[in-house]
């Protein structure tokens, strides 16, 4: 088989990958010829700009996603003796945040054409220890669960969004974490915005705000700046070590800045996708593309096993997001029969995805796809 030679540029045939418009290697020159690379005015700059950007009050910058995570469990009260209900189709982090706050993971099943939990299969999982609900924003798309909101607030059950896929995709007419939900995002190097590594959490109010900057920073209620002004300071609570640097925010200053060009690319790239797989037996998970920024392009597939190998034997990089966490080693004390989980755990697979592909590469990637499937027979 002949490789294109769209295909033979650098990342272009990964499953995803890291997308820099330029300037962002001047802001990081910048950063470390001021001497301060640490949590500085840039890292507050990023903030300011995200949530003028989403239409909040604040937002919270911390070192990566899973940080993000564990701090909005913890500011929102979670830990031992609780239960999150939580989709067991995401990335091992989503579950060890919980894990980490002291809490104990309560796997809901998915719609299978979305990925994502709904407002029955959350309803279906709730038992008298669930504190929280963590819905994972699967490629992207984002996840209404208003129709149940008066059920969680009568027991007092809080939504925390792992929105890691979804920064600048919309609930309605509103960006994710302008909804008024404790929305956590993720901005590592393969995100629709990438810091280098970062997240951010976007709470709910002036109080939950303050709480999540101590937990931050080690339960110290001082700012740098405050602490160098003075001869002491105060630990007033237990707390971690999580600001995202300078370094970090500077990155991901730029890409904010650009990011109007990384909605209309993968919107576009989506799409394509949607078009050259319509004629091929896959189904496409969908993403509500016209409302999300997406951030997989992901189908399920016959033979998926066969498939796969036959897509990395002619050096294309599909991938597996994600083996439900179900079934790892590390969460089967949580274990709980879920069929279309498990269903959707042995057929579903992620094509190259990210703002690199061409058109042409996207053709390349579905003419492989068709000749896998017919050589595993699945064509049929």
């Not at 020159?29 to 950007?53: C, D, I, K, P």
């Not at 915005?193 to 997240?199: F, H, P, S």
């Not at 339960?219 to 405050?226: K, R």
């Not at 790239?269 to 091929?280: G, H, I, K, N």
Request: some cysteine; proline content about 7%.
């Amino acid at each position: 088989m002949t490789t294109s030679p769209a295909l033979q540029r650098p990342d272009a045939t990964r499953n995803a990958s890291p997308y820099l418009y330029g300037p962002e290697h001047q802001a990081v020159a910048r950063v470390l010829n001021s001497g301060h690379y640490g949590h500085t005015a840039v890292t507050e700059t990023f903030e300011q700009a995200v949530a003028h950007f989403l239409g909040v009050p604040d937002a919270v910058a911390v070192s990566t996603g899973t940080a993000a995570l564990h701090t909005a469990l913890v500011a929102a009260g979670i830990g031992r003796g609780h239960e999150v209900i939580v989709p067991s189709l995401t990335f091992a982090a989503t579950i060890q945040a919980i894990r980490a706050c002291g809490a104990r993971p309560r796997f809901a099943e998915v719609d299978p054409a979305t990925a994502c939990v709904t407002p029955t299969t959350v309803l279906e999982a709730i038992t008298a220890d669930t504190a929280a609900v963590m819905p994972v924003l699967y490629g992207g798309r984002a996840i209404d669960l208003t129709p149940i909101h008066p059920h969680l607030t009568e027991h007092g059950i809080t939504v925390i969004e792992d929105a890691a896929h979804a920064f600048g995709s919309y609930q309605g007419t509103r960006r994710v974490g302008a909804t008024g939900q404790l929305t956590c995002f993720s901005f590592g190097p393969i995100k629709n915005l990438t810091c280098g590594q970062g997240g951010m959490v976007i709470p709910r109010t002036t109080a939950e705000a303050a709480r999540l900057r101590e937990l931050r920073l080690l339960g110290i209620t001082a700012s740098a700046d405050q602490r160098a002004a003075s001869t002491t300071y105060q630990v007033t609570s237990a707390g971690f070590r999580y600001p995202m640097s300078a370094l970090n925010a500077a990155i991901g200053t730029v890409q904010l800045a650009h990011f109007a060009t990384a909605e209309t690319a993968r919107r576009h790239l989506w799409r394509t996708y949607r078009a050259a797989l319509a004629d091929l037996p896959v189904t496409l998970v969908d993403v509500d593309v016209d409302h999300s920024v997406p951030h997989l392009c992901a189908i399920t597939v016959p033979h998926r096993d066969q498939v796969w190998r036959h897509m990395h034997e002619h050096g294309i990089g599909v991938g597996v997001h994600y083996p439900p966490s179900h079934t790892q080693p590390a969460f089967t004390p949580w274990h709980r029969p879920l069929p279309d989980t498990e269903r959707l755990g042995e057929q579903i697979m992620t094509l190259p995805f990210h703002q690199h592909l061409t058109d042409d590469d996207i053709h390349h990637v579905t003419t492989a796809l068709q000749q896998a499937l017919t050589s595993t027979g699945a064509h049929r």
